[in-house]
């Protein structure tokens, strides 16, 4: 478990109401540097919202988000970006006619012209081309390539914008077995890295596989934290999880 310090992401008591529907509930999970941290829950748990939230999408109606030691509960989600959080789509949300490298040139030179000097976006694209293995796909267009590698296209664009932290929202989802391997091989350079990563996703074996730690909704509300391990052995995760089609 990281130190509290090494924390780049923490929800503090994050509660988002929908009229009288609790849709997340007096949520507190930390994202650390260099790792992955899962949030797992069955459907309709209230991940996706608390993402939405962390980014800025949503206000929370009690609670803060915190990034980088800073209270960013009132930043609109570009400030949030250009403090270096990042995200993915449970749906795909790519330029579906344009090529892999083009959809990844498209961010780059967005957060080119919002920044600094010295940030050259071929050879940014071309270094995420080779870190995420979709050199061979680069000059085919992202309608043309299988969903699986799609998933990754926009885990390489999320990555243009130079992140410390990146939000998955169901990133293996569509992916064959050989690609959500070589998908965990790739969490795991880019974790190398220095990234903290927060990884919502069904593929429970995958979760447990990559994260460091593991934080478990239900109806909104954190029901456990832990190692996978801890998680695995947890009586009330286990109880959570009988009925659906997902085991722990
Ligand atoms: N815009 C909205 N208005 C009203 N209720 C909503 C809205 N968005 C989500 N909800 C409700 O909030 C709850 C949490 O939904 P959310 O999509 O965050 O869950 P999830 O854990 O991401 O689910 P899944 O695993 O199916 O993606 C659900 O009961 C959902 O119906």
Redesign the pocket.
């Known amino acids: 478990m990281a130190d509290e310090q090494d924390l780049l992401l923490e929800t503090r008591g994050v509660t988002v109401r929908?009229g009288g529907?609790v849709?997340v509930d007096d949520v507190s999970i930390g994202v650390a540097a260099g790792a992955v941290t899962g949030l797992i829950?069955p459907?309709?748990?209230?991940?996706?919202?608390l993402f939405d939230t962390i980014t800025g999408l949503r206000r929370p109606t009690a609670g803060q988000v915190h990034l980088a030691g800073r209270d960013v509960t009132r930043l609109a989600p570009y400030k949030r970006a250009g403090r270096g959080l990042a995200r993915t789509f449970?749906r795909l949300e790519l330029f579906l006619s344009l090529s892999v490298r083009d959809n990844l040139r498209v961010a780059g030179d967005i957060h080119r012209a919002g920044r600094r000097r010295g940030f050259d976006v071929g050879e940014r694209t071309d270094e995420l081309l080779e870190l995420t293995g979709l050199t061979d796909v680069a000059d085919r267009d992202v309608s043309d390539i299988p969903t699986g590698r799609a998933r990754v296209v926009e885990v390489a664009r999320a990555l243009m914008t130079e992140p410390r932290v990146l939000l998955l929202d169901e990133p293996a989802s569509g992916q064959t077995e050989q690609e959500t391997e070589e998908f965990a091989a790739l969490l795991g350079r880019l974790t190398a890295n220095g990234l903290g990563i927060c990884l919502v996703e069904h593929d429970i074996p995958l979760v447990m596989k990559v994260c460091s730690r593991v934080h478990v909704?239900d109806y909104g509300a954190v029901l456990a934290s832990g190692t996978p391990r801890e998680i695995r052995e947890n009586p009330a995760v286990i109880a959570a999880y009988i009925g659906t089609e997902e085991t722990v």
């Open positions: 929908f529907h849709a829950g459907n309709g748990a209230g991940k996706t919202t449970q909704l």
